[in-house]
């Protein structure tokens, strides 16, 4: 199978370079694990920055100094400054396609304040903002003709002899057979990496860094990796996101005693930090937006009522919300320049996967849509023209393919036991505070549960539908990217945005 640029993953960032590189010229498919309308951007629900034109109170300026204030220095300015100056015209061309924001009387876009904001410049459409973006952007490609396949398990990328990346190998989930895509450029979109902490994250179980795993195992250089957002409201039983929109519209946080103990919009990483420093001194911490109002609530907060009542059987009508931070955005992931090539030739990436450093140590609220409409449209416009010039290559064969390599495995081992077991000490040694030595035994039980992998392999035979088969390649794949991690956050040894050490140990 051949065509021009192979895009794998299916949400935000690659249905949008896809649909830039298609209208470029040159063939498009796009492969994912998940089907596009349930990857991680339905996820995004507060909002969109953009300095609109009719932003009077607003400046594109200050969003560049919100956004490089809230990186604690790790951000590249040019980068941002291109990201802030290319917000109008992508909320504009998502405008042109349909996305359906939300509006003020006057018939303009309406926009909410977001943590770390100086205005309010979050575009909107309730707080289903990642929702409607995405399902936009899929009629879209479905209306441009442009070949999506789901069900596709990414396993590596193919090289020519000199290194240059061919295409792809895929294991096709409903067959179980292995299959080559060859391409003149492949772009990976494949999302972030906080489902490495299981059930403490916000993320879909697809969230697994599987784009960058095998990126790295195939060269690819990865940047800040210990940079892991912590969002501040997550429902404290499910993890299921209350979105900033909730405080952006008013709501009030409060400990057990019924004291607002913090300032609710300052950026993520240090209001996580503020709630998780009440909850070690043993208070509960709640999220309450009674006083908005049950009308105001269902016109301009449906998703976080129906999701309260759902997964916390709590109406925030009438009662507080029960919230702790919880992994939500990877600001870490592959390298990139401006073209938004990575380190590997032939080889592109954009969306939360990649690190195009606009976000630094702390991501801004509001700017993760931003990213992948930006850099989206960027990826697919220069993989367009790197194929354009480019001729199809013929890729060596992988001797070492890792399925081959874990039908070896015996199965004496539970690796769902182990992958539960991850995610909680992760959460415990690498999640809002962090210690010398808690980041060293977790290297230790990283490094021990490598070497015991050959005695985790899948119990079921079966080749159609494996998921067995399926959540262990995603299990290796969080394994290492947990390790990556993990060495990022020893080698940085100063807290910085998201990377908070314990005073002692710095």
Request: glycine share 8%; with cysteine.
């Amino acid at each position: 199978m051949k065509t021009d640029v192979l895009i794998i993953g299916a949400g935000g960032a690659g249905l949008v370079a896809a649909l830039h590189a298609k209208e470029a010229g040159v063939d498009v498919k796009v492969l994912t694990k998940e089907y596009p309308t349930r990857s991680q951007t339905c996820m995004a629900q507060g909002g969109m920055n953009a300095v609109l034109p009719n932003s009077e109170a607003d400046s594109i300026e200050a969003h560049i100094a919100n956004t490089l204030k809230s990186a604690h220095g790790e951000a590249d300015e040019e980068a941002v400054r291109f990201m802030c100056g290319e917000a109008p015209n992508a909320v504009a061309w998502l405008d042109s396609i349909g996305v359906c924001f939300s509006r003020t009387e006057e018939g303009v876009i309406a926009q909410r304040a977001l943590g770390g904001a100086s205005a309010p410049r979050a575009c909107y459409a309730q707080d289903y903002t990642g929702l409607k973006i995405l399902h936009t952007l899929y009629d879209k490609c479905l209306k441009e003709a442009i070949s999506i396949e789901s069900e596709k398990i990414f396993l590596s990328l193919l090289k020519d002899t000199h290194g240059t990346v061919c295409g792809a190998e895929i294991l096709d989930l409903k067959s179980g057979e292995v299959e080559h895509y060859l391409a003149k450029a492949v772009i990976v979109a494949t999302g972030g990496y906080s489902r490495i902490y299981d059930a403490n994250s916000t993320n879909s179980t697809a969230s697994t860094g599987d784009g960058i795993a095998i990126a790295s195992r195939a060269g690819a250089k990865l940047i800040d990796m210990e940079f892991v957002q912590f969002h501040p409201t997550g429902l404290k039983n499910s993890s299921i996101l209350i979105s900033e929109s909730a405080r952006g519209e008013g709501g009030y946080l409060l400990n057990s005693k019924g004291e607002r103990f913090t300032d609710e919009l300052q950026p993520r990483d240090a209001l996580s930090r503020a709630i998780d420093a009440e909850i070690q001194k043993g208070e509960d911490v709640f999220l309450d937006i009674r006083h908005l109002g049950e009308e105001f609530i269902d016109k301009a907060l449906p998703q976080e009522r129906k999701l309260a009542k759902l997964y916390e059987n709590v109406d925030p009508v009438h009662e507080l919300l029960p919230i702790r931070p919880v992994a939500h955005y990877t600001m870490g992931g592959i390298v990139v320049d401006h073209t938004s090539q990575t380190t590997l030739e032939g080889l592109f990436a954009c969306g939360e996967c990649a690190n195009h450093r606009v976000h630094g140590a702390n991501r801004l609220g509001g700017n993760s849509l931003l990213e992948i409409i930006v850099f989206g449209k960027e990826a697919g416009l220069h993989a367009a023209k790197y194929a354009q010039a480019q001729s199809f290559r013929t890729p060596i064969e992988n001797e070492q393919s890792l399925l081959r390599v874990i039908d070896a495995y015996t199965n004496e081992l539970d690796f769902y036991a182990k992958h539960q077991e991850l995610g909680d000490l992760l959460y415990e040694k690498l999640g809002i505070v962090r210690t010398q030595c808690g980041l060293e035994e977790l290297q230790t039980f990283i490094s021990q549960t490598f070497e015991a992998l050959p005695r985790m392999g899948v119990s079921d035979t079966a080749k159609a539908y494996n998921t067995n088969r399926k959540e262990f390649l995603e299990f290796i794949n969080m394994l290492e990217v947990s390790r990556a991690v993990v060495d990022g956050a020893l080698q940085r040894k100063q807290s910085c945005g998201a990377h908070y050490m314990r005073e002692e140990d710095v």
